[in-house]
């Protein structure tokens, strides 16, 4: 059986998705800040921003997961 997400998830999941996205862009900003002051060439802040903002939004993917495991074990 397939069931769909009532539009009001969906809407909670879109929403989710756009605070993932920025939290993911300010935490790469602010790696690439640092690199940049770090006198670092603009490659190596490039790369560490890539992988910053990767890092921060997969785990901020994880979190809507935790959440719904843990409440499973609860019931």
């Given at each position: 059986?397939?069931?769909?997400p009532s539009?009001?998830?969906?809407?909670?999941?879109?929403?989710?998705?756009?605070?993932?996205?920025?939290?993911?862009?300010?935490?790469?900003?602010?790696?690439?800040l640092?690199?940049?002051?770090?006198?670092?060439?603009?490659?190596?802040?490039?790369?560490?921003?890539?992988?910053?903002?990767?890092?921060?939004?997969?785990?901020?993917?994880?979190?809507?997961?935790?959440?719904?495991?843990?409440?499973?074990?609860?019931?």
């Amino acid at each position: 059986m397939v069931t769909h997400p009532s539009p009001e998830r969906s809407r909670v999941w879109l929403l989710w998705l756009g605070i993932a996205t920025l939290l993911s862009v300010v935490v790469a900003l602010v790696v690439a800040l640092i690199k940049v002051r770090a006198r670092d060439d603009a490659a190596d802040a490039i790369l560490s921003a890539g992988a910053a903002f990767a890092t921060t939004f997969g785990l901020c993917l994880a979190v809507p997961a935790a959440v719904r495991e843990l409440k499973g074990l609860g019931d």
